[in-house]
């Protein structure tokens, strides 16, 4: 057994310690959002489906070449590799069940604005902006491959209102920070290291407000990403976190109390 799955494993126990239910939160605006948001299985078309698109793809031999600014592995400034669409994505995409998460929580926030950190092949883009129509939405993918393939996706279930950033996010986070000052929902999946996750995290704060919805995916991806959650919950504009142990939910609404919570989900 390699040690990454040890670590996942190791990790999703020490989850699965730590978590509540409902019946263990105190807070109100917590329980609201389990109980109407976290628990609610009611089938919805759209991402019915999203779902189909992503089994489409599994199923797509097309080879593509890829570019990966943020291979851990290596020390060149890119790695360059030629894969499957259907490798991209099983290893890279959103799941359903994640996905219809993040749909549900655009439903119940409604947002103007949104932006994605991590595009891939445009999944979890797709409940972005199924839930939220008429938003506003930016999301920043830093292979261009991989960007086309998302666009290719956009145009399959008819969503046009997704612009595209491609490029490095150290470089474009700026430039498109300067073209949405005012954001309410992000979600941030891209570059799973701590430094640049934190580096992104702050920068994003200073353009959100007490309303703004920050998901970050795979917070215990590593020790790195883990740290940065926890530090992410540690920050003084920071007043509610949420671990679903893939994703973790950020809340700066200063009526809360500052608190993090665990939830079995």
């Not at 989850?15 to 109407?36: A, D, R």
């Not at 998460?101 to 409940?127: A, N």
């Not at 215990?220 to 959650?229: F, I, L, R, Y």
């Not at 679903?244 to 700066?252: A, I, N, P, Q, W």
Request: proline share 2%; charged share 25%; hydrophobic share 40%.
């Amino acid at each position: 057994m390699s040690r990454s799955l040890l670590y996942a494993i190791s990790s999703y126990f020490s989850y699965l310690s730590k978590s509540n239910t409902k019946h263990g939160v105190h807070s109100p605006f917590v329980y609201e959002l389990v109980t109407k948001v976290f628990e609610n299985k009611q089938k919805n078309s759209a991402c019915g489906q999203i779902h189909s698109r992503y089994k489409e793809l599994l199923y797509n031999k097309r080879v593509v070449e890829t570019t990966d600014f943020d291979d851990s592995t290596s020390k060149k400034k890119y790695v360059t590799k030629f894969l499957k669409v259907s490798e991209i994505a099983r290893n890279s995409s959103v799941t359903q069940r994640y996905g219809e998460l993040l749909y549900r929580l655009v439903d119940w926030f409604k947002p103007e604005t949104i932006l994605e950190v991590g595009t891939c092949l445009g999944i979890s883009t797709l409940y972005l902006a199924k839930a939220a129509p008429a938003a506003r939405i930016i999301t920043m993918e830093g292979c261009a491959a991989k960007a086309e393939l998302a666009r290719a996706n956009f145009e399959k279930l008819d969503v046009n209102q997704v612009e595209i950033t491609i490029g490095r996010f150290n470089n474009t986070l700026p430039l498109v920070l300067e073209k949405m000052p005012h954001i309410d929902f992000v979600f941030i999946d891209g570059h799973h290291q701590f430094k640049p996750t934190i580096e992104y995290f702050e920068q994003i704060l200073k353009h959100s407000h007490e309303e703004t919805v920050l998901v970050i995916d795979d917070i215990h991806w590593s020790k790195g990403m883990e740290k940065a959650w926890a530090q992410i919950g540690h920050k003084n504009e920071v007043t509610v976190t949420i671990d679903l142990f893939r994703m973790g939910l950020v809340f700066l609404r200063k009526s809360l109390s500052k608190q993090n919570f665990v939830i079995k989900y």
